[in-house]
């Protein structure tokens, strides 16, 4: 069942009755649990609060499924009361006795991280369907490899020639019915295709002609900045994007002085902490959803050129109301505005970006994969990199 994100956390979950049911000639106990969310409100236009039905069989495969898909977690503190209490005859004062049991064990699941996600528990919680073992059609393996080996016993050698064609085409993939004939595939006009692309340009390195390459001006060394740490780039920037006073310079000068190394010793345990956290397995469950969700359930319909203009503008309004306002008194309000414009607009080319993505891969490449910091392997990667960028 696909869903949103939603974080099941923010859900809180009351059992506040049981009741009975007649059900094809047999009496049935009907748990109603309540749902709240508290992540939302009223006016967002999704539900609040509800209530769904479930049997008291239907928490049990809950409780399989989970320890099926997230066995690895811990789940002492989230039991359900022993399937054989449910054995003996069954009547409402029974089941309201069992009810506060029930509510505690949704509660303690509701308040574990790895299930703030969890498909399972939404759709026990938001669904009016059945919740039923077999929800996904399961593949048995072994009773297919069971009837496969019995058939060649059988066989003892004899006939198996014919067997063997008979049992690999009922394996490949059914051919193509015939139809309307498809246009035939032309390869330059493949090419010509990816070399017009209007966001990446040549991004295939088809047809490259070198000998047409403009080399960059060659700079005198003088002009060349070194820049060593952040507070480095602080005063570039100032002076370079701002467009700062020689005096505020200056003084930017002096300050570096004074709690450069402390500064960058701050920056580098605020970035330590900050990337720990990013890479915590419950942070990394969160990302690998939203990247799935971005690549594989995006289904809403492609955005139209002024609702671009208007999520542009709301993002650069966002990124002014980011600094403190002390640093626009400081700056003076339009340098400042033309400053953050700068950095903003540059944050928008393509290029640019598809070349920060491969930079970015290559530094997570080598460190999933360290043995490609050997030096030959980093020498050819060097290589292929300086061809790769000049275009």
Not at 232 to 250: C, P
Not at 341 to 359: E, M, R, S, T, W
Not at 383 to 388: F, K
Request: aromatic share 10%; with cysteine; net charge negative.
């Amino acid at each position: 069942m696909s869903s949103p994100q939603h974080d099941l956390s923010a859900w809180r979950i009351s059992i506040p009755r049981v009741e009975p049911r007649q059900e094809a000639g047999r009496e049935v106990y009907i748990f109603h649990i309540h749902i709240k969310r508290i992540d939302v409100n009223t006016n967002s236009g999704e539900k609040v609060e509800w209530e769904v039905e479930r049997r008291f069989h239907e928490f049990y495969v809950l409780e399989s499924k989970l320890h099926e898909f997230h066995g690895g977690f811990d789940f002492e503190d989230a039991q359900l009361p022993s399937k054989r209490s449910f054995v003996v005859a069954k009547n409402i004062a029974f089941m309201e006795k069992k009810r506060p049991a029930f509510e505690k064990y949704l509660r303690i699941l509701l308040t574990k991280p790895f299930l703030r996600g969890s498909q399972l528990l939404y759709r026990f919680l938001a669904s009016e369907e059945e919740f039923v073992t077999k929800f996904l059609p399961d593949v048995n393996l072994g009773k297919i490899m069971k009837s496969v080996s019995t058939k060649v016993i059988k066989e003892r050698g004899q006939h198996l020639e014919p067997f063997l064609q008979s049992f690999l085409s009922s394996v490949e993939e059914p051919k193509p019915k015939p139809g309307i004939p498809t246009e035939e595939i032309n390869p330059e006009k493949i090419i010509k295709d990816m070399l017009s692309d209007p966001v990446h340009g040549n991004n295939a390195c088809q047809m490259f002609d070198r000998s047409s390459l403009k080399m960059p001006d060659q700079r005198s060394p003088g002009d060349l900045q070194h820049l060593n740490g952040i507070f480095d780039y602080i005063l570039y920037i100032a002076r370079s994007v701002f467009e700062v006073s020689a005096g505020m310079h200056h003084l930017l000068f002096l300050a570096k002085k004074l709690i450069q190394n402390t500064l960058e010793t701050f920056l580098d345990y605020y970035l330590s902490y900050k990337m720990d956290l990013v890479a915590s397995e419950v942070e990394m469950e969160k990302l690998i959803k939203l990247l799935t969700e971005v690549l594989f359930i995006d289904d809403d319909p492609p955005r139209t050129d002024t609702q671009k203009l208007e999520r542009k503008d709301e993002a650069f309004k966002q990124m002014i109301n980011f600094f403190p306002d002390i640093l626009g008194k400081i700056l003076g309000e339009e340098n400042f505005i033309a400053g953050c414009k700068i950095i903003f607009d540059g944050l928008q080319c393509p290029k640019l970006n598809k070349h920060l993505a491969y930079v970015l891969l290559d530094v997570v490449v080598q460190e999933v994969f360290p043995e490609l910091a050997d030096e030959k392997i980093g020498e050819s990667l060097t290589g292929y990199d300086e061809d790769h960028y000049k275009n």
